[in-house]
């Protein structure tokens, strides 16, 4: 293979790598998660806001699908703050955790690690005391899933 | 370590109102339900469910989880202290374990 052949040819496999519909938007959502969110908040993704003020951190590309680390932190006051879900949205079942909070935990602060089947968003939740509800998302790819 | 069986780790000494991150790691199959590949059995779940947090036994917080937390949980919370006690956490199965493990923490 020459030079220019090379080229070309890399040229069509960066194209190709550019068309794959791999990134959803985050609020892209499956019937499994909608059907949860129901069940467990009692509204729909649609109804939650994004904000910055609730920060989700996990990592971009998981190693194992069995133990991927999340931390959930919020600079929303705690006192405003009633409760946190945890939603992978494509796993068996999306609802991986809830904490109810309380002013004695002085600061929104959770980390856990969590199981992934497959590359997924993942969501935090907040619950407010005026009863809105907020969110942040995270895509996580997952190369070996981790959900049996 | 035997199932149920945990670590509950908190600063030693804190100051007042100082917000502390309490962490712990619990040994848990966390198993979700599923079919022996052998013989296609039904193997039901084996998971925590829920875990107290109290502080000089007040309840702070509630978590639920089931089969979607890791193997052996790793869980890390903040709590926010106003003066020296006792953190308890207190977990539960689904099979029908109950564990509780304490720390105490020094408030200056």
């Given at each position: 293979m020459n030079r220019r052949k090379f080229l070309a040819l890399s040229a069509v496999a960066v194209m190709g790598l550019a068309m794959v519909p791999g990134v959803q938007p985050?609020?892209?959502?499956t019937p499994r998660l909608e059907e949860e969110l129901k069940k467990?908040?009692?509204?729909?993704?649609?109804?939650i806001k994004e904000v910055p003020d609730v920060k989700l951190t996990a990592p971009?590309?998981?190693?194992?699908?069995a133990n991927v680390p999340v931390t959930v932190e919020s600079t929303?006051?705690?006192?405003?703050v009633e409760h946190l879900w945890i939603f992978v949205?494509?796993?068996?079942?999306?609802?991986?955790a809830d904490v109810k909070l309380?002013?004695?935990?002085g600061q929104v602060f959770f980390s856990t690690r969590i199981k992934m089947g497959e590359t997924s968003n993942v969501r935090a939740i907040l619950k407010l005391k005026d009863g809105s509800y907020v969110m942040a998302t995270k895509e996580v790819k997952v190369t070996a899933g981790g959900c049996g | 370590m035997a199932i149920g069986a945990g670590i509950l780790r908190v600063p030693k000494e804190a100051k007042k109102g100082e917000v502390v991150r309490v962490q712990m790691v619990i040994t848990h199959p966390m198993s979700p339900p599923r079919k022996d590949?052998?013989?296609g059995q039904e193997i039901p779940p084996h998971t925590l469910t829920k875990l107290d947090l109290l502080f000089n036994d007040k309840l702070v917080s509630t978590i639920n989880m089931g089969a979607?937390?890791?193997?052996n949980p790793f869980i890390a919370i903040a709590l926010k202290v106003e003066d020296s006690g006792v953190v308890k956490i207190v977990y539960e199965d689904n099979k029908g374990g109950k564990w509780e493990k304490t720390a105490d923490i020094k408030v200056t």
């Open positions: 985050a609020h892209a959502s467990r908040l009692g509204v729909s993704l649609a109804q971009t590309i998981a190693e194992s699908g929303i006051p705690i006192e405003r949205d494509k796993n068996p079942v999306p609802w991986i309380t002013p004695m935990n | 590949p052998a013989t979607g937390v890791s193997a």
